[in-house]
């Protein structure tokens, strides 16, 4: 059963938000790196397209200032916000699913056909998703390094797991130098890194090192004070990102779903627009940890 009529038109059995929604849902539970665990969605908004501008007021530090008990204060207070910064939704991911019967594969929500494909529309969105984000955390922390070396550490592979340890301790002093937040302190490892530190009692035993939580979706432990995440969406020579979310607000959206049919088949297609975008607006609160020649 098509989902255009006789004359071409589309049929109202098409129900966009249903697809929407499975694919919205999908994807935001399988980023990593694009989650709200390594990036603040503060500033999102309303995202109508690709092209938007998401505008940031910035927010100054107060100056410490003497006080005088008999005169008070001798000047103005210093305004809090010191004008804006704007990031743009910059990038732009379709999705396409064909399908031969869409009306019967709506009426089965919740049943396997459905699921499926919005699974994996969901996962590959995700995908690209985190590595644009992640590409602009290596260049933040690049960019910083040459203000102030220790954003760019040296992840030796071969290392023994002390050596590896030491360098999981470089990271953290400059974080603790920039005064990142302790709590909700993250770390981002590739799959390669990730096989290494299991071969570490003090990773593996992470009850140690505080952390006693449960392993959940995205989070693979707790190590010095980091929720560590695994992806394989990092460049092939990064294989350590951390930080903390204050850094970096991540913007996105899916804003168009909808169908049309086939002219190769006889079958529909549904697609999708997700559009998002990224700034990193603390570089200081980043490392990376990479393979340096």
């Known amino acids: 059963m098509a989902i255009f ?4 038109y589309r049929d109202s059995r098409f129900i966009p938000e249903v697809w929407t929604a499975g694919v919205w849902t999908e994807m935001r539970s399988k980023l990593t790196i694009g989650s709200d665990l390594v990036c603040n969605r503060d500033w999102e908004g309303t995202i109508a397209d690709v092209g938007d501008a998401v505008r940031i007021p910035t927010v100054t530090d107060p100056e410490i200032e003497d006080y005088d008990p008999t005169a008070g204060f001798s000047g103005d207070p210093k305004e809090m916000t010191g004008g804006k910064r704007t990031f743009e939704i910059s990038q732009s991911k379709a999705f396409r699913i064909r399908v031969d019967d869409i009306h019967k594969v709506q009426s089965m929500i919740g049943g396997k056909y459905m699921h499926e494909g919005t699974t994996r529309a969901g996962r590959k969105l995700a995908e690209a998703a985190d590595s644009y984000v ?10 910083q390094n040459a203000k102030k070396a220790g954003h760019l550490q040296d992840i030796d592979l071969a290392a023994t797991p002390d050596a590896l340890f030491d360098q999981w301790i470089a990271a953290k002093v400059v974080l603790d130098q920039t005064e990142t937040p302790d709590e909700g302190r993250f770390a981002v490892v590739s799959p390669v890194l990730q096989g290494r530190l299991l071969r570490d009692d003090r990773f593996i035993d992470v009850s140690k090192f505080g952390g006693d939580e449960p392993i959940r979706n995205g ?5 010095l004070g ?6 394989n969406a990092l460049p092939t ?12 607000t991540f913007a996105d959206q899916i804003v168009k779903t909808e ?3 086939s002219e190769k088949f006889f079958a529909d297609v549904v697609r999708g627009l997700h559009v998002y975008g ?9 490392v990376v940890g990479k393979v340096i020649p």
């Open 259 to 261: 169908n049309y049919r």
């Open 237 to 248: 020579d990064v294989h350590l990102v951390a930080g903390h979310r204050i850094a970096t």
């Open 226 to 231: 980091f929720y560590i995440h695994k992806t």
């Open 219 to 223: 989070v693979i432990g707790k190590f």
């Open 134 to 143: 992640a590409g602009l955390l290596v260049a933040a922390a690049t960019a």
């Open 5 to 8: 009529d006789e004359a071409g």
């Open 278 to 286: 990224a700034s990193v607006m603390r570089p200081e609160h980043i």
